[in-house]
């Protein structure tokens, strides 16, 4: 699976010792579903598992923020995230990464849906984070092909 592949190379390309300059990614895609039934699906704090194709378990903390951690469908990969804010009357949540495979630290992001006006849904979802030294497309691509296998695949499960 191309998502797996994506995040094991970016496990390999590891953290370097000197930070880089900060970065952004933002990715959005238009769905053919009202925003209720969209945040249905993708905006409890685990349901990522259900919708993400590379994520195999999701597991929360039960603690106020929670945290879950995540692990690919390979088992090679873990992420520890802590939900930062959330805002179900905004269809909205962000979350940072407390540890990752990613070669970034500082990493914050929201995941968010909104009515467009086609009568369907567009999802946004946008980080900020700082690069390891010298890793500044890794981080960014691996970030990038995540945001963007999640969000075709809410897309797929949205299609008609």
Not at 58 to 68: E, I, L, N, Y
Not at 109 to 131: C, E, H, R, Y
Not at 137 to 143: E, I, L, N, R
Request: net charge neutral; aromatic share 6%.
């Amino acid at each position: 699976m191309r998502m797996i592949t994506i995040l094991a190379a970016a496990a390999l390309v590891g953290a370097g010792t000197a930070a880089a300059q900060a970065a952004s990614v933002t990715k959005s895609i238009d769905v053919n579903a009202p925003p209720a039934a969209v945040w249905e699906a993708i905006g409890p704090f685990c349901s990522i598992k259900d919708w993400h194709p590379a994520i195999g378990q999701c597991t929360t903390d039960g603690k106020t923020p929670p945290a879950r951690t995540l692990v690919t469908k390979d088992g090679k990969a873990t992420f520890v995230e802590t939900e930062t804010a959330r805002d179900d009357k905004a269809d909205t949540y962000s979350y940072k990464i407390d540890s990752s495979p990613l070669p970034l630290t500082g990493y914050v992001s929201t995941i968010s849906v909104a009515a467009n006006a086609t009568g369907g849904s567009t999802i946004k979802w946008t980080s900020t984070f700082t690069p390891a030294s010298g890793k500044d497309d890794a981080a960014s691509d691996a970030v990038g092909g995540i945001y963007q296998g999640g969000l075709d695949a809410i897309k797929a499960k949205f299609a008609k």
